[in-house]
């Protein structure tokens, strides 16, 4: 399903319960993964590197997620390249950003039924089936105007 710019908002604002997580990329990829597959939104899920073009410092391996649309889903871009006000966080136009760069490859998709994702969440204290049944909600919602 395709996300609309007013989608992208709702989409961040449900996401951002995840912030708090203590995971890096690897480990809030998967469950972000997990939450737009049981929402049925379609996602790549990208591995590869993250540069801040000013300072050409690079971090490899680095997980993100992007939709069909093109934006992008990084919740942990701050953490490696600093928290500047020029390295995006959350959910965005990657055009907007031309401070950072991405490249990377698509990877394998994590598995619907993602025990190790809901295992991360139930650690930290996120309730993936609540997530996604804000997400579904939305969509429903959006559907009938």
């Given amino acids: 399903m395709p996300v609309t710019i007013m989608d992208q908002e709702r989409l961040a604002s449900v996401l951002k319960t995840l912030d708090s997580c203590q995971l890096e990329c690897d480990g809030m990829t998967r ?3 997990c939450i737009l597959q049981s929402a049925e939104i ?3 899920v990208r591995v590869g590197t993250l ?3 000013r300072t050409s410092k690079t971090i490899e391996p680095h997980l993100w997620i992007e939709l069909q649309d093109g934006t992008v889903i990084d919740f942990r871009a701050k953490m490696w390249l600093g928290n500047e006000v020029d390295i995006p966080h959350g ?3 990657p055009e907007k950003w031309t401070q ?3 490249t990377g490859q698509e990877t394998t998709t994590y598995p619907l039924a993602d025990s190790i994702a809901r295992l991360l969440a139930r650690i930290n204290g996120i309730d ?3 997530l996604v049944a804000q997400l579904t909600d939305q969509e429903e919602h959006n559907s009938t105007l």
């Fill in 128 to 130: 993936i089936d609540a």
């Fill in 91 to 93: 959910v965005f136009t």
């Fill in 100 to 102: 950072v760069g991405y």
């Fill in 31 to 33: 469950i972000i993964s």
């Fill in 42 to 44: 379609s996602h790549i």
């Fill in 51 to 53: 540069t801040n073009v």
